[in-house]
C-alpha cells in the first residue's frame, strides 16, 4: 500500500512538530499526524497493526523520536509504515519549495539594453 502525504498535510505536520520541539508536548502533534491521513488510511493501516490502534502507534513513533528533529519524525514514520507493508510517500521539503516558488515568482530582466539607454539618457542630461 502507498500513502502520499500533501504539501498542507506536510506543513501541518511541520508547523506542529516545531512547536512540540518548543514546548516538549506531543500531544497536538499526535492529533495533526493523525488528520493528515484519510479515514481509509487509518483504517487499513490499523488492519495491519497488532494492536490495531493508529492512536497508539503514533503514541509509540513520538516516543521514539528525540524531539529535535522534525526530519527524522518523518522517517520514523517512514520506517515504521514500512514494517507494516506502507509506502509513505511526500512531497519534497517545503524549504525547497519555497526557494523554488521565490525563484518562479521573480521575473527576469531580459532589457538590460533599455536600463543601460535610460543610464546613459541621464548622463547626457546632467551639466
Given at each position: 500500500m502507498e500513502i502520499h502525504l500533501d504539501k498542507r498535510a506536510l506543513r501541518?505536520?511541520?508547523?506542529?512538530?516545531?512547536?512540540?520541539?518548543?514546548?516538549?508536548?506531543?500531544?497536538a502533534l499526535r492529533e495533526d499526524?493523525?488528520?493528515?491521513?484519510?479515514?481509509?488510511?487509518?483504517?487499513?493501516?490499523?488492519?495491519?497493526?497488532?494492536s490495531g490502534d493508529f492512536f497508539e502507534f503514533l503514541?509509540?513513533?513520538?516516543?521514539?523520536?528525540s524531539g529535535?528533529?522534525?526530519d527524522e519524525l518523518f522517517?520514523?514514520?517512514?520506517?515504521?509504515l514500512g514494517d507494516l507493508g506502507v509506502?509513505?510517500?511526500?512531497e519534497p521539503r517545503e524549504?525547497?519549495?519555497?526557494?523554488?516558488?521565490?525563484?518562479?515568482?521573480v521575473e527576469p530582466d531580459d532589457d538590460d539594453d533599455d536600463d543601460d539607454?535610460?543610464?546613459?539618457?541621464?548622463?547626457e542630461e546632467e551639466p
Open positions: 501541518q505536520i511541520r508547523l506542529s512538530a516545531a512547536d512540540a520541539v518548543e514546548e516538549g508536548d506531543t500531544e499526524v493523525l488528520e493528515a491521513f484519510s479515514e481509509e488510511q487509518v483504517e487499513e493501516i490499523e488492519r495491519r497493526l497488532d503514541t509509540d513513533v513520538l516516543d521514539e523520536w529535535d528533529d522534525v522517517e520514523l514514520l517512514e520506517t515504521q509506502d509513505l510517500k511526500y524549504d525547497d519549495d519555497s526557494e523554488e516558488e521565490a525563484e518562479d515568482d539607454a535610460e543610464e546613459d539618457v541621464v548622463e
